[in-house]
């Protein structure tokens, strides 16, 4: 006999759909708009890989807008932009993804109450407690990260490539340093339920690395903070009530292996987060056999 609950829970490992999510836009320098777009996987194990065309595509205009085609768990949110013309004026961008046989579409449009900024940002990711802001979280700004070498290189099944990026940042929001509970509290809170009313997220720098596009499995050394809101107590992600900000090294520099198991053509996604606000970079990766 099958408990119902755990059956239902098997549900969500994999087999259901991604919905693409606007999450708002915001004014560029030159005149241009940017729709921010993210995407809440339904699945908490599967990562489905779907290729720009009829199911992974924009309009109206080029299907490609440089979105991804790897999808990692659960909630992503401001997972990439999408920039259209100062004369965009009313009209929508829609993003269609079918993906295990279930379609769904984001309608991304110009409308002021879609207009995102760095508060936003922070509040929207679960940095801010709900309704709350402070001197602090405004006067941060978002921290820099920068990929040491090219920015298109080549790789071999099997062999590891050293990928090293800096990050710059300002210090804010200040990080968490070190858990003030004793082994008792920490497994009472562990068995505690969800009590947040909204998204939180324990604030602090960290640096992920993801596959963004390619459909073969990746493997980081060493492994990093997840970039989704993985909110289970014991997650390596600053979603999980329990986490902590890693010690940031003292030059800036972060220095990994990645490992392919398959050749193709594949883009691998940075992120440098402090909790509040991220920057991304991207590498493209050509594996032989």
Known sequence: MVCPQLALADTYQNG????????????NADGSFSFMFGYMNENWLEE???????NNSFSPGAADRGQPTHFLPRRNRFNFEVTVPSDWGDRELVWTLNVNGVERKAY?????????????IASETGSLG????????RSNIPPVVTIRGD?????????????????ADD????????????????????LRPPSRVTVGKVNGLFLSWNVYRGAGKVIFDPPLPK????????ANSPW???????????????????????????????RADDGGLFHDQYVTVTVGP
């Not at 489905?48 to 009829?54: K, L, N, R, S």
């Not at 709900?130 to 979280?137: D, H, V």
């Not at 920015?151 to 990026?165: F, H, K, S």
């Not at 970039?227 to 014991?234: G, H, K, Q």
Request: net charge negative; aromatic share 8%; hydrophobic share 30%.
């Open 108 to 120: 991304a449009t110009l409308k002021d109450d879609y207009l995102v900024d760095n508060m936003v």
């Open 16 to 27: 259901q759909h991604v919905e693409p999510a606007y999450e708002g836009w915001h004014p």
């Open 130 to 137: 709900a309704g709350t802001s402070s001197p602090e979280s």
């Open 227 to 234: 970039p989704w809101e993985d909110t289970r107590t014991s």
């Open 48 to 54: 489905p890989d779907v290729e720009i065309g009829a």
């Open 171 to 190: 210090g804010l929001p200040k990080r968490r340093r070190e858990s003030t509970n004793t082994d008792k509290q920490l497994r009472a809170r562990m």
């Open 240 to 270: 999980g009530p329990l986490w902590l900000p890693p010690e940031p090294p003292e030059d800036g520099l972060y220095e990994i292996t990645a490992t392919f198991e398959e050749p193709g053509t594949y883009v691998l996604w940075t």
């Open 151 to 167: 920015d298109i290189r080549r790789a071999r099944v099997g062999e590891p490539i050293v990928l090293i990026t800096h990050v």
